[in-house]
């Protein structure tokens, strides 16, 4: 079973950048596609971006579109995030999952695996 662990969230300021790595470990990291979600205090958990297996094709929310980018190193097991032009509403905890199944999938209840978050705070 595949286990994901984010790390490289924090504190900056609004403009700034951060990046995100998601590690996988204990399984294939080829077989799922992946994904990035984030919850804010009191809000539901909404999706970010998503990236197929191989890496060929991304998927982004609205509001994050032109701003982040989704990546993937198949040979070093990991996920990325790339968030530049940061707003204090991007404020929330990250989470990267997993998805068994190919397409444009953006609800939560479609991905099987979670791992436990990173804080991203915005100061403005």
């Known amino acids: 079973q595949v286990q994901l662990v984010e790390s490289g969230g924090g504190l900056v300021p609004a403009g700034g950048s951060l990046r995100l790595s998601c590690a996988a470990s204990g399984g294939t990291f080829t077989n799922y596609a992946m994904g990035w979600f984030r919850q804010a205090p009191g809000k539901e958990r909404e999706f970010v971006a998503r990236?197929?297996?191989?890496?060929?094709?991304?998927y982004y929310a609205d509001s994050v579109k032109d701003r982040f980018t989704i990546s993937r190193d198949n040979d070093k097991n990991t996920l990325y995030l790339q968030m530049n032009s940061l707003k204090p509403e991007d404020t929330a905890v990250y989470y990267c999952a997993a998805d068994r199944f190919v397409g444009v999938r953006k609800y939560a209840s479609n991905y099987f695996l979670w791992g436990k978050g990173t804080q991203v705070t915005v100061s403005s």
């Open positions: 990236i197929s297996r191989g890496g060929g094709s991304t």
